[in-house]
């Protein structure tokens, strides 16, 4: 029996920018730590920005022969790939050469996309892995690390998909988010120099809220819930984190001493700002949750800044007040659009003055709130577009608003309604003809002139073709929108 089993987690190249620390496969390799087990992430997107950083043209291939040679030296037992859709195309390039340099390690994939589409990846994909992680992954890995040390290596294991019997699957339970480690966030720098650390790092920090109040001198992201109590058409999280149970949309929270235990180490190793990378952070939905994590911080008299995704109805004005006494410099929710009736039709329902309301009385107390917004709707018009992007600049948010194309993710009810299944994703697939057929347009990943300004457009279909939502970007450019986050003159 193998006692100190050696996992690899790996994670292909995103191509886009926002990219930060992923802390879903941070808590996975802690997981497997707290079973007197090793691991290692190998990020491919930071090594290729090394290369890049130099100035080198070939970074991408650079990066995938330093991956091998990584591996290589770290010899592992087990290579865990994560995969979400938005870089399935890229996940799959490496999970090629990956099995095809290491044909004997056992080879696990997991992730979003995974979870959603297994039953195709399955099918189009059998001969690239030995088993399939659905779902949350921390007990689930751990099990089947467990059996394989003890040379069970068929054994059922809920949430655990083998390539060789698939009929075996049994959905797994939903995990135990407080019986979880923190995450190791060390594990994402194990393989660099001190030099190379310091450019990956400089990497990781170049996301949009670098720019905001707080976050200017370093940040990190903390997990405080997994799951959204929210069910919009297209929304991907709330298929994702559904309980397996009963299949609805459900939100787990940690204990507010966690999280504050979390980030006072944080601050210890000199950390001054926090985002929370949740689907949306609990406040008026959860008081009882809300008045602890407010007392912990005032208990410990954390100095710190952080920010949050919220729903628009999660925050007052008396709410506020109590969040900026414990640094909150932060948040943004989703707008999505100005019209209530094209909102109803996402099955979301928001009251748009109030959002309005929100964003200045955040302003008043030297918050920056913003409003992510979508262009692009189902039967949306080029002329309706710009009459939605007008609607942003005559309300005075423009400095406060981020744009998404409107986007089609699998497995959510706006993919059953247009009938794109998880086959339509694969890279051999003829989606030209699926275009044509449905009317949508799938976006291939890495254009930098939409990537580096809408968010979530990547490696999806969408109601407009690229061209539309290019000419969108230079129509918001055109209406006066400089750098959000530039500071006015005499401000």
């Not at 290596?153 to 060789?164: F, L, R, T």
């Not at 929210?230 to 507010?256: D, H, K, L, M, Q």
């Not at 981020?402 to 994703?425: D, H, L, N, R």
Request: glycine share 6%.
């Amino acid at each position: 029996m193998i006692k100190n089993y050696k996992v690899v987690f790996l994670l292909p190249a995103y191509m886009g920018s926002n990219h930060s620390l992923f802390l879903g496969v941070g808590y996975l390799a802690a997981a497997v730590k707290q079973k007197e087990n090793d691991a290692i992430i190998i990020d491919e997107d930071a090594i290729r920005w090394l290369y890049a950083a130099e100035g080198d043209d070939k970074s991408l291939k650079l990066a995938e022969e330093r991956v091998c040679n990584e591996i290589r030296k770290y010899s592992p037992n087990m290579i865990c790939m994560s995969m979400n859709t938005a870089n399935f195309k890229n996940a799959l390039r490496v999970l090629r050469y990956v099995r095809k340099s290491f044909p004997d390690t056992y080879m696990v994939v997991g992730g979003p996309h995974i979870s959603v589409c297994y039953r195709t990846f399955l099918d189009w994909h059998k001969d690239l892995f030995d088993a399939a992680i659905i779902g949350e992954g921390e007990d689930s890995l751990n099990e089947l690390i467990k059996n394989l040390k003890n040379e069970e290596a068929h054994k059922v294991i809920p949430g655990v998909c083998y390539s060789d019997n698939p009929g075996g699957f049994v959905a797994g339970k939903m995990v135990n988010i407080d019986t979880i480690p923190f995450p190791d966030r060390s594990a994402f720098f194990q393989i660099y120099d001190e030099e190379e650390k310091r450019v990956v790092e400089e990497n990781y920090q170049r996301v949009f809220y670098s720019h905001l109040p707080g976050f200017e001198n370093g940040h990190t992201r903390v997990v405080a819930t997994r799951g959204c109590y929210n069910n919009c058409t297209f929304c991907s999280p709330g298929i994702y984190w559904r309980n397996p149970e009963n299949n609805r949309p459900c939100r787990r929270v940690r204990s507010a001493k966690s999280i504050v235990d979390e980030i006072e180490f944080l601050v210890s190793e000199g950390v001054g700002a926090v985002y929370f990378d949740d689907p949306t952070f609990p406040i008026k939905s959860n008081l009882k949750f809300f008045n602890a994590f407010e007392h912990e911080i005032l208990e410990k008299n954390l100095k710190f800044y952080w920010g949050a995704p919220v729903c628009s109805d999660e925050i007052d004005s008396s709410i506020l007040d109590r969040l900026q006494r414990i640094g909150f410099s932060y948040c943004y929710f989703g707008l999505e659009h100005y019209r209530e009736d094209h909102l109803k039709d996402f099955h979301k329902q928001q009251d748009i003055k109030r959002c309005l309301d929100l964003i200045m009385e955040c302003k008043k107390r030297g918050i920056h709130c913003d409003a992510s917004y979508q262009i692009g709707l189902p039967n949306e018009t080029v002329d309706g577009i710009k009459k939605s992007i007008d609607w942003i600049f005559q309300n005075g948010i423009e400095r406060n608003t981020f744009y998404s194309i409107t986007a089609i993710w699998p497995g959510t009810e706006m993919a059953k309604e247009y009938g794109v299944t998880a086959e339509c994703y694969e890279s051999e697939y003829d989606k030209k003809k699926f275009e044509e057929k449905s009317g949508l347009y799938f976006y291939e990943q890495g254009n930098s002139v939409i990537e580096q300004f809408y968010s979530n457009c990547s490696g999806t279909y969408h109601f407009i073709p690229m061209e539309v939502a290019i000419d969108m970007k230079y129509y918001i450019f055109d209406k006066g929108l400089t750098n959000r986050f530039a500071k006015k003159r005499g401000s």
